[in-house]
């Protein structure tokens, strides 16, 4: 298996304008998780998925953020608008949910930075 | 009080040397355990489950104190290579998402 795949690696926008991060989970993987990593603040959960259905988004910043699972193989996490702030890197995770022992695997990342 | 916690250290140890480092938790149901490490500039990668009976993996070995809720984890002969921030990962039945709860993670220097 290729594992959690994202796109793109690196974004540098202009704050103001829309940034879209996309994932695709490791097949057969029943969670999916959104993570932003900062210095200050450490690895943060922002929302996970279960089965395509957003579970818990507790961790969304604010409206300006946004994810979508429209497939098990698919998800994106919009910002709109973006703002200097934002810069961080998002982690995109996968976990098979039929076993507790299974780990998570996490995919690059996408560095994200907003000017 | 948090629920997984580490000493963020940083660890500085000298190349050959063994380090060990501990990471508590607060749940008394936690089920699973794992140690993940994390390079600079790089996603979180799994580098052991943590087993009831405590585990080995070359250079590694993970342990589990239920009664005292912690894991550790013990390096020997240390290598340059090993430089890091190590995390621990708790889970629980029950618990959204399985409960999956990070420490903050422990920051490894080794020198040669």
């Known amino acids: 298996d290729a594992g959690v795949i994202q796109s793109p690696r690196h974004e540098v926008t202009e704050m103001g304008q829309e940034v879209t991060l996309r994932c695709k989970p490791i097949?057969?993987?029943?969670?999916l998780f959104w993570y932003r990593q900062t210095m200050m603040r450490g690895l943060e959960l922002l929302i996970y998925?279960?089965?395509?259905?957003?579970?818990?988004d507790s961790g969304m910043p604010e409206d300006r953020f946004s994810a979508k699972m429209p497939n098990a193989s698919f998800s994106t996490l919009k910002i709109q608008p973006s703002e200097p702030r934002d810069s961080a890197v998002y982690f995109c995770?996968?976990?098979?949910?039929?076993?507790?022992?299974?780990?998570?695997?996490f995919g690059n990342g996408t560095r994200l930075t907003v000017t | 009080r948090k629920e997984v916690e580490q000493d963020p250290g940083p660890f500085n140890v000298p190349e050959g040397a063994t380090v060990a480092f501990n990471c508590t938790y607060s749940?008394?149901?936690?089920?699973?355990f794992f140690w993940y490490r994390q390079d600079c500039r790089k996603e979180p990668k799994l580098l052991m489950s943590?087993?009831?009976s405590g585990n080995e993996d070359g250079r590694f070995t993970a342990q589990l104190n239920r009664a005292s809720q912690y894991i550790s984890l013990l390096i020997r002969d240390s290598k340059l290579s090993d430089s890091a921030t190590y995390l621990c990962?708790?889970?629980?039945?029950?618990?959204?998402?399985?409960?999956?709860?990070f420490g903050k993670g422990t920051h490894l220097i080794i020198q040669p």
């Open positions: 995770a996968s976990k098979d949910r039929r076993r507790l022992s299974s780990p998570l695997h």
């Open positions: 097949s057969g993987h029943d969670y």
């Open positions: 998925f279960n089965n395509n259905v957003p579970i818990d």
């Open positions: 749940n008394s149901a936690s089920q699973s």
């Open positions: 943590v087993y009831s």
């Open positions: 990962v708790v889970t629980y039945s029950g618990g959204g998402a399985d409960g999956l709860t």
